[in-house]
């Protein structure tokens, strides 16, 4: 018998309590801080100091001042403090707001820069996000955006076709090649049961592959040149600038908010997000209410394949205009991250991806000015990822109460 | 050795699930703990055991004041427990698991395995338990693991015993065969603390009853006291304990399965050559051991075994082939066995779990857009039909106990016009309160004209509900009978006995719960 049991007789009298009794507000506090948003707060906030330690660590300033720390401590932590708060401000420089640069446009070009870089994750991680609240751990985002990044990109240089009407072929295509890709993994888990982390792993490498040999053939190749690049993709189905050619910011990020409402009315209010969250908490049970869980298996990969394609798509039509070997960056498998961030919730996934694209936009001035690894940002990712996927530990860290729930079980 | 509580309370957050409680166990007797599943019984023997500490109030051990830290204090201190689900390791052997945790070691820390096996024949053999130590734990039927899990209590010199539900997976016989082992235990002189919600067993063994009520005790009972007043006490309010059901009405044949025929991946036959009928207003149980082929027969008419061979036509429709969702849409109401594994979304919200399998129908479902407001003014109108006992329609499933868990799976399923009502083990685990409710709701089903065949594994309940009773045993229906088949023939038909022979030998052996049936105030078919 679990304490939840225990509970059925529920007893509603405390809720008359008059405002602002203190064991209301204790309560109140309590339930903030056991719930999963705070957990993810203070996770990036705890990967933030646990980066600021490696940064000082790093930094020649304070190895030098550590020499003599007993005889002047002063000087070692105001060479802690320097280097900390140099590589900080400068990531904030590089990702939001620049006051030292000269015109008010560049001033403001960090924050729409990190838009830019939050493009592609906010679409590939609603995708996986789709996918993880419907029960299917897809790993394959990176290849469903390489995919959709050569398929956009082939629509994009290979045919001519009247503007706008091109773009929203382009972008079909990306999200074609996305879904097409992972339905491979879609269908083996719907038809022999295959095991979709496994799959999808592999079909990672392949899709790899596949891009680096396409760029070898007559289709892709740019001739004239014996880089792996492709044919330049045509104005008419480029992503036009949202804020003028002076930024990098372009539709594409409009789209990817679209998008993102759009996850949020497939799962929240359609039948078919029902059918997918059914699927995703209990098969069993969809199975026996008569839902064909095989086939939501497959529906939700096409899904989440198209999203991720999507976000190739907006590489080849907004920033990148060509498909090359580097097309898909590691943009699947920070996704991977945005989607954990977010708890798989549109809403929540837009806010990681812009974080994670601040990071990302930020982190060359940061090295730049003040001689911090770049790599530190990867530290920062990772961080993140190892604190919420152990919120007993940031708990503990931070002292909170275990939710009552998890005490039952 | 005595085992006193002084004040006993215990809370998880605001609820306390013990309230100071007072109690006293006496040596050499079997003590009764009696209460719905909630009232707080469990949670009170965990305090004992030291899995929970004490909020409040102390333990006594003969009188002087004893703190466990957690169970292995607590065995050290003669107190044993055999849990509802038992803490077994099924690759071992008895010996070994009677060991875990104890393991008698010889030179350089090697497990002496001889001695293991001499105690546990040295205990099976004076209770006539008829365990063999070398066997592995999986391969003993559920009875005899049970055993094992005494046996390693009294390997302990547990002088105290707590069983926590010791029945709830025992067939009628094997629940006989408990109660003497229980008998016996208590003339060597070991306590007994028997947990339970079942009156028919308490009254058969308890030599006094405590029973508990939303963490509290409510009073002690007699054992001569009736099966009403018991289950009076246990709930707080008079209950009517037998179902008031008049007789059936059968109408023209709904539902006729015929040869039907299931094999396993092995090639081992589930079902073997099935044929019966359920008429319209009727309703036909089906009686058996878990695990001998119910399951099944009941998948495969819902449509979740497309390997089976046969026929089973509903109204003359051939079900077999087609897909579950075409199979309820044919107008078949499904419960069932495992309700948080295939029943209910724990996850999803009340409001959500009501329209699990109607989700994409009118009116909650507006082209490809789920009508969430119809949703819940229908949720909230079954809430209250159903008296599911909840804050609101958008609390989670798994904030409900399991009665009214049931309800909403119930709730849905009777919800639409049927043609056909399944219920496998409709209110297993469930208190009183709620199996009274839900049982009258099947009742009610049947007399709206609906074929109905409930799946139970509780003769109490078959009894209760039954119109006629097939009892199926290793895949086969050894027979149909009337239902009102005494138990004792019920529970030798389970056994694989047919009728006739069944008849014979229930004449010459009563059971000790048969015997209780007979000078019982309520007839054969009392609700629990």
Redesign the interface.
């Known amino acids: ?1 679990t ?10 009298v ?1 809720a008359e309590e008059p405002a602002g009794s203190p064991s209301r507000w204790g309560t109140a506090l309590r339930e903030i801080a056991s719930s999963n948003a705070t957990v993810i707060v203070l996770a990036i906030f705890g990967a933030l100091v646990l980066a600021a330690v490696l940064i000082a660590a790093a930094d020649s300033q304070v190895q030098t001042t550590a020499g003599y720390i007993f005889s002047r401590p002063s000087d070692f932590f105001s060479a802690v403090w320097d280097a900390v708060s140099g590589a900080y401000t400068s990531l904030f420089r590089g990702a939001v707001f620049d006051p030292q640069a000269k015109t008010v446009a560049r001033q403001f070009k960090p924050i729409t820069d990190t838009l830019t870089s939050a493009t592609p994750l906010i679409f590939a991680g609603l995708g996986l996000g789709v996918g993880f609240r419907s029960g299917i751990f897809n790993i394959g985002a990176q290849g469903q955006v390489v995919l959709g990044a050569i398929l956009s990109g082939y629509f994009g240089f290979a045919f001519h076709l009247p503007v706008v009407i091109h773009l929203i072929v382009a972008i079909i295509g990306g999200f074609l090649g996305g879904a097409l890709w992972a339905g491979i993994a879609g269908f083996l888990k719907a038809r022999f049961g295959a095991n979709e982390v496994i799959v999808t792993i592999m079909l990672n490498s392949i899709s790899g592959f596949l891009l680096s040999y396409l760029l070898t053939t007559t289709a892709f190749k740019r001739e004239g040149s014996n880089n792996p690049l492709s044919k330049p993709i045509f104005d008419s189905a480029m992503f036009p600038k949202l804020l003028g050619s002076e930024f990098r910011l372009h539709w594409g990020f409009v789209l990817a908010l679209l998008a993102a409402l759009g996850a949020w009315w497939l799962m929240e ?4 997000g ?2 997918f ?2 699927v995703g ?2 098969a ?9 869980v095989e086939r939501i298996y497959l529906l939700v990969m096409l899904v989440a394949g198209g999203l991720a394609g999507l976000g190739g798509a907006s590489q080849t039509l907004g920033t990148e205009g060509v498909v090359q070997d580097s097309i898909g960056g590691s943009i699947g498998f920070d996704a991977i991250t945005v989607a954990l961030l977010g708890r798989s919730r549109p809403g929540g996934i837009i806010g990681a991806a812009i974080l994670f694209g601040a990071l990302r936009a930020g982190s060359p001035l940061m090295q730049a000015v003040s001689n911090t690894p770049i790599d530190i940002v990867q530290v920062v990712q990772a961080l993140v990822v190892l604190l919420i996927a152990a919120p007993p530990l940031v708990r503990a860290i931070f002292r909170l109460p275990v939710p ?2 998890e ?2 079980a | 050795m005595k085992l006193e509580l002084r004040g006993v309370t215990k809370r998880f957050g605001n609820f306390t699930a013990n309230d100071s409680i007072d109690l006293v166990i006496e040596p050499g007797q079997v003590h009764a703990l009696l209460g719905e599943n909630g009232a707080g019984k469990s949670t009170l023997m965990n305090v004992i055991y030291g899995l929970y500490d004490l909020d409040g109030g102390e333990i006594l051990l003969d009188d002087s004041p004893v703190h466990f830290a957690g169970p292995g204090d607590a065995m050290a201190a003669g107190i044993g427990m055999v849990h509802q689900h038992f803490m077994l390791v099924p690759v071992f052997t008895v010996a070994e698991n009677v060991i875990l945790g104890f393991e008698p070691t010889g030179k350089g820390g090697i497990i002496n395995l001889k001695e293991a096996r001499k105690r546990v024949r040295e205990i099976s053999d004076r209770f006539g338990f008829n365990i063999d130590p070398d066997t592995l734990v999986e391969d003993l039927p559920v009875g005899a693991q049970q055993r094992v899990e005494i046996i390693k209590a009294l390997s302990r010199d547990a002088k105290i015993l707590i069983l926590d539900e010791p029945t709830a997976v025992l067939t009628p016989q094997e629940t006989d065969e408990l109660i003497g082992i229980m008998r016996q235990l208590k003339e060597s002189g070991t306590s007994i603390v028997f947990i339970t919600h079942k009156l028919r067993e308490v009254k058969a063994v308890a030599d006094k009853i405590t029973v508990i009520r939303r963490g509290k005790i409510v009073g002690s009972e007699d054992p001569s006291a009736s099966e009403t007043e018991l289950a009076s006490a246990m709930v707080g309010r008079s209950v009517n304990l037998g179902v008031e059901k008049g007789p059936a009405k059968p109408g023209e044949v709904r539902l006729s399965v015929k040869n039907l025929t299931l094999l396993s991946h092995q090639g081992v036959p589930l079902l073997e050559d099935v044929s019966f009928d359920v008429a319209s207003g009727e309703i036909l149980a089906v009686a058996g051991v878990q695990g001998n082929g119910q399951t099944e027969l009941t998948e495969t008419i819902l449509g979740s075994q497309p390997k089976a061979i046969g026929s089973i036509t509903l109204n003359g429709t051939e079900l077999l082939g087609k897909s579950i969702r075409s199979v309820l849409d044919e107008g078949v109401g499904f419960v069932p066995e495992d309700r948080s594994k295939d029943g209910l979304v724990a996850e999803f919200s009340i409001e959500e779990n009501f329209v699990l399998d109607q989700h994409d129908k009118s009116p909650y479902a507006k082209g490809l857009s789920l009508d969430l407001k119809e949703i819940e003014k229908a949720a909230n109108e079954y809430i209250e039909q159903f008296d599911v006992r909840t804050q609101s329609s958008k609390s989670l499933g798994s904030q409900l106990s399991g009665g009214n868990q049931q309800k909403v799976v119930l709730a849905r399923e009777l919800s639409r016009p049927l043609q056909l009502f399944i219920a496998s083990q409709p209110t297993r685990g469930l208190d009183v309160g709620s199996i009274e409710f839900i049982h009258k709701r099947v009742v009610a089903e049947r007399d709206n004209g609906t074929a109905v065949i409930i799946v139970s594994t509780e003769l109490d309940e078959v009894l209760a509900l039954a119109d006629r009773i097939a009892v199926m045993y290793e895949g086969k229906i050894i027979g149909i009978v009337p239902g009102d088949t005494g138990r004792d023939i019920l529970g030798l038909m389970m056994a694989g006995l047919p009728y006739d022979d069944a008849l014979a030998e229930a004449e010459k052996h009563k059971t000790i719960l048969g015997a209780v049936d007979e000078d019982s105030d309520t007839p054969i078919g009392g609700a629990l």
């Open positions: 018998m304490v939840s049991s225990e509970q059925a007789p529920a007893p509603k405390e209010r359609s039948t078919l029902f059918k969250r059914a908490f209990n069993d049970a969809a199975r026996t209410a008569g839902i064909k009552l729930k005490v039952a």
